[in-house]
């Protein structure tokens, strides 16, 4: 079975300062695409950051970046400059060739003033 | 734009009551999904649409029956729910289904109370 590991349940960071999520995936495909989804309180689940795993070069998005390590089946999520709007739900997931994403359990982060 | 809607916003119904969830997504896509999420829990797959057939069904009770009337609306018809029921029900949309680029873009949700 394809499962995803996030195994820090809830972070907290001070604002301004930078925060890691840890994800780790298991799968016998070389061929899939990982994710990270936020969702705040709010609820809308929104789209942060996508790797393709053929892609050695790790992906960002202007304060988000991603160190995929593919031997390792690593994916791990660094915000920097930690923003209030940051507090959310964050999801890892991935999705092997052909078939449906398998998401993590979620972590937690709270981004205190 | 990747914007996807769901109506209503909050529903809550009797288990004797026949209601209906709306999604919209205007942006192409040919794959369509809803999801079944408790709380501080992540999405669980429920029904899966492409090119408006129903694909894939995650051994979903009959109370859920999903609709598809055009390939910018997805339906989900609730009869006869039971208070587990209960949670916050998303839809999510895709370019197409199959291909590993594909990425979901996702609703607001519709948070459903089952009395």
């Known amino acids: 079975a394809q499962t995803v590991t996030q195994s820090q349940p809830e972070m907290s960071v001070q604002e301004a300062e930078t925060v890691t999520l840890s994800c780790t995936y298991d799968t016998s495909e070389s061929n899939y695409y990982l994710f990270w989804y936020k969702q705040p309180p709010s609820r809308q689940m929104i789209l942060v950051i996508r790797?393709?795993?053929?892609?050695?070069q790790n992906a960002t998005e202007n304060r988000f970046s991603v160190n995929f390590q593919k031997a390792a089946k690593s994916f791990s999520l660094k915000i920097s400059d930690s923003q209030l709007g940051d507090t959310a739900m964050y999801f890892c997931a991935f999705r092997p060739h052909g078939q449906n994403f398998v998401f993590g359990p979620g972590t937690r982060l709270s981004v205190l003033p | 734009d990747t914007e996807v809607t769901q109506t209503p916003k909050h529903l809550v119904m009797g288990m004797t009551n026949k209601k209906s969830l709306k999604c919209e997504q205007h942006m192409g896509h040919r794959a369509m999904y809803w999801y079944k999420q408790k709380a501080k829990k992540p999405p669980e797959l429920m029904f899966v649409y492409s090119y408006e057939k129903l694909s894939i069904n995650e051994s979903v009770p009959s109370r859920f029956s999903p609709e598809c009337p055009n390939s910018s609306l997805l339906n989900l018809h609730l009869h006869a729910l039971q208070p587990e029921d209960s949670a916050l029900y998303l839809c999510?949309?895709?370019?197409?289904?199959?291909?590993?680029?594909?990425?979901?873009?996702f609703g607001p949700g519709t948070r459903l109370l089952v009395l």
């Open positions: 999510a949309s895709s370019p197409r289904r199959g291909g590993v680029q594909e990425t979901q873009y």
């Open positions: 790797q393709e795993a053929y892609k050695q």
